[in-house]
């Protein structure tokens, strides 16, 4: 099959099959095929929209090529959090804070990331300054797990075939061109765990992500954007507008719009959540494990770390959750998980 063709019948407005999608992602991962024609492919399956037989495609494919770390005595119950990133709003890292109180909780998080392309402080950018070595072997990941309750997988380590695909994505996004690849990085977790939390860049793509992690055959789990009162919007969920979501696996039937009262928090405006450079977002954090940080900030982590406990079954409802999250925030729970996490690194 040629990449021109499957050009062709997105061009014209058709969707791709499963087994199709997964042919474009060989011939995007192929060496052979000119950067040309990769750009016009991902740029009129971009204007067409991808829906979730596309993605889940792509995803699979990218998947089944992805180095396996190694950790499958973990999958099962292993959560990924995390954001797709283009809301260009520049908050704090959320999802980062989560994963260390997960860890705290119990909870295996397999977390999977790059450093930041449009924001000023990535996941990897604040878990490097943390002492995290972003470059472990599997034996230290697998180590991690057993210590720390959680790993940190680079993902330019892990996914070889994005290599021949980079030069294109760096010509598109010189255009200003989206593309598939702009929401495949969370889909494509090398430990590929049971469950997952995922914030996405705009409500257009909630119901199409929920829809193509359940096709990957993920347990269950939620996506969700939250809509601002100025129409822009965060790929996490917050106290500071509407929450759209979605939840996909056991959690298929979940469909809901989510404003702070609604889960018994306070609203609060977006410049509680705002971060800034590296500096900053670690003096933020340690504002937040003191209990000094502004409330929506805590308020909004604690109902993420409540979110994730609700998609792998800990409690009932997210306002259930918020409690326990709450006080492993501020009581101790993730500054003790930090510093474990230097220990273990600096060993």
Not at 182 to 192: H, K, R, S, Y
Request: charged share 20%; hydrophobic share 45%; proline share 5%.
């Amino acid at each position: 099959m040629e990449l021109n063709e499957l050009t062709a019948q997105v061009a014209e407005g058709s969707h791709l099959s499963l087994e199709q999608a997964g042919a474009a992602a060989d011939l995007l991962a192929s060496a052979e095929v000119p950067a040309a024609e990769k750009e016009a492919f991902l740029t009129r399956l971009a204007q067409k929209g991808e829906v979730a037989s596309e993605v889940s495609g792509i995803a699979q494919r990218f998947r089944s090529l992805a180095r396996n770390p190694g950790l499958e005595k973990w999958r099962d119950s292993a959560i990924d959090v995390c954001g797709t990133g283009g809301d260009k709003i520049g908050s704090f890292n959320i999802s980062t804070t989560v994963v260390f109180a997960l860890a705290a909780a119990g909870v295996p998080v397999f977390k999977h990331g790059n450093r930041s392309i449009t924001s000023k402080c990535g996941s990897a950018n604040l878990l490097e300054a943390l002492g995290v070595d972003l470059m472990a072997d599997d034996a230290t990941l697998a180590r991690s797990m057993e210590e720390l309750g959680f790993c940190f997988m680079f993902a330019p380590a892990f996914h070889p075939a994005f290599k021949e695909i980079m030069p294109v994505r760096q010509a598109l996004a010189a255009k200003g061109q989206r593309s598939v690849f702009n929401i495949l990085g969370p889909l494509i977790n090398p430990a590929q765990p049971a469950h997952q939390l995922l914030g996405v860049f705009s409500p257009s793509v909630v119901e199409m992500l929920a829809a193509t992690l359940g096709q990957l055959g993920l347990k269950s789990g939620l996506v969700a954007h939250c809509v601002l009162d100025d129409g822009r919007g965060l790929d996490e969920l917050s106290v500071v507008g509407v929450n759209r979501v979605k939840g996909f696996g056991l959690l298929s039937e979940m469909s809901a719009d989510w404003d702070a009262a609604s889960l018994g928090l306070d609203p609060a405006p977006l410049d509680d959540l705002i971060g800034g450079e590296i500096e900053e977002n670690l003096r933020i954090l340690d504002a937040l494990l003191d209990g000094k940080a502004p409330k929506g900030l805590e308020d909004t982590v604690a109902l993420n770390v409540a979110s994730a406990f609700y998609a792998i079954g800990r409690y009932p409802s997210i306002p259930a959750g918020v409690p326990e999250a709450r006080d492993l925030i501020v009581g101790g729970g993730v500054r003790k998980k930090l510093q474990q996490t230097k220990e273990f690194y600096a060993s």
